[in-house]
């Protein structure tokens, strides 16, 4: 076999080595950000590729000591040296059975799952985005209602309008005809309509206040009420960031199934070429001819190991 020929069927293992290091990085990286199912699939994935490693390197060392130095000239009964060939041919099926074996495990290995779980996630983090959205714009409300209370309460509290108010939440109307009886010049008629129109926009939270004390017991009930809600609201978030981890998670992992075929490819090279050159060989054909068949597998065998240790 020529050096152009050895090559195209000689793994790149600096490439293989290269995927299999991102594939596990991805796995040590999202593992945690998915659910126990997901996680144990991965691990049976990392140990899947190690066990095909092994195999490989099983199968490249088995067959090297079991080809090196082999003579199969026959000497006194050519039986005999068919019957060794025949056992050189059998074990050499037993060693690449098993890495085809164990190749086709990784290769039907399934992947898929992530590719198809992606539709529902994207949409399970839409849906928790939009209640989290719903979920502050409640608190941005509520304290928003707190905040025009307040300061409706700072303002009636003054003693000049408080004495004159007697206690009382006035109305747009009452307004013009009480202002004339402030004497505090910092309150002017337009402070007092703005605080009361604000108040105005808040019925739901007000239910049906008449005075300040009415006033100050909203202020409290929304107190509790903001506190739930940031409660909800949090709540909302954290349930975002999990669907959204989950999501970025699926999405990283989706890339591991076309590395996984790319490792998987450079080495099927090996099991694909003794293939090839296994298939012309049986235990019947002349003996010198399977001895020059056989040295010409170890020579490519022995490459392939040299390949892999430079690596």
């Given at each position: 076999m020529d050096v152009t020929n050895v090559r195209a069927v000689t793994p790149d293992f600096?490439?293989?080595?290269?995927?299999?290091?991102?594939i596990f990085q991805l796995i040590d990286t999202w593992d945690m950000k998915v659910l126990?199912?997901?996680?144990?699939q991965l691990g049976q994935l990392r140990t899947l590729m190690l066990t095909v490693e092994r195999a490989f390197n099983e199968a490249l060392i088995g067959a090297i000591v079991l080809l090196e130095d082999r003579d199969f000239i026959p000497h006194q009964q050519a039986a005999d040296s068919h019957y060794r060939l025949s056992?050189?041919?059998?074990?050499?099926?037993?060693?690449?059975t098993e890495l085809t074996r164990q190749n086709q495990r990784l290769e039907l290995f399934p992947l898929s799952s992530f590719e198809e779980a992606l539709p529902e996630l994207r949409s399970r983090a839409a849906s928790k985005q939009q209640q989290a959205m719903v979920f502050s714009q409640r608190l941005t409300q509520l304290r928003q209602q707190k905040a025009d209370i307040v300061q409706a309460i700072e303002v009636?509290?003054?003693?000049?309008?408080?004495?004159?108010?007697?206690?009382?939440?006035?109305s747009e109307e009452e307004i013009d005809q009480i202002m004339g009886l402030v004497s505090d010049p910092r309150i002017d008629a337009g402070l007092v309509k703005l605080v009361t129109q604000k108040l105005g926009k808040h019925a739901d939270a007000l239910?049906?206040?008449?005075?300040?004390?009415?006033?100050?017991?909203?202020?409290?009930?929304?107190?509790t009420k903001i506190e739930e809600a940031?409660?909800?609201?949090?709540?909302?978030?954290?349930?975002?960031?999990a669907a959204q981890m989950e999501l970025d998670a699926t999405t990283a992992l989706c890339t591991i199934g076309p590395r996984r075929n790319a490792w998987l490819a450079e080495m099927r090279?090996?099991?694909?070429?003794?293939?090839?050159?296994?298939?012309?060989?049986?235990?019947?054909?002349?003996?010198?001819?399977?001895?020059?068949?056989l040295q010409e597998l170890c020579a490519y065998l022995k490459s392939i190991q040299m390949a892999y240790d430079h690596s």
């Open positions: 600096i490439k293989m080595q290269q995927l299999q290091d991102e126990a199912g997901v996680r144990e056992s050189v041919l059998s074990r050499l099926s037993q060693l690449y009636f509290d003054r003693p000049s309008i408080a004495n004159v108010l007697k206690g009382l939440i006035p239910q049906g206040a008449k005075t300040f004390s009415d006033l100050s017991a909203a202020r409290v009930r929304l107190d940031l409660a909800d609201q949090q709540q909302a978030q954290h349930m975002l960031q090279k090996v099991e694909q070429e003794c293939h090839v050159q296994t298939s012309k060989l049986s235990a019947t054909m002349n003996l010198e001819v399977a001895k020059v068949a």
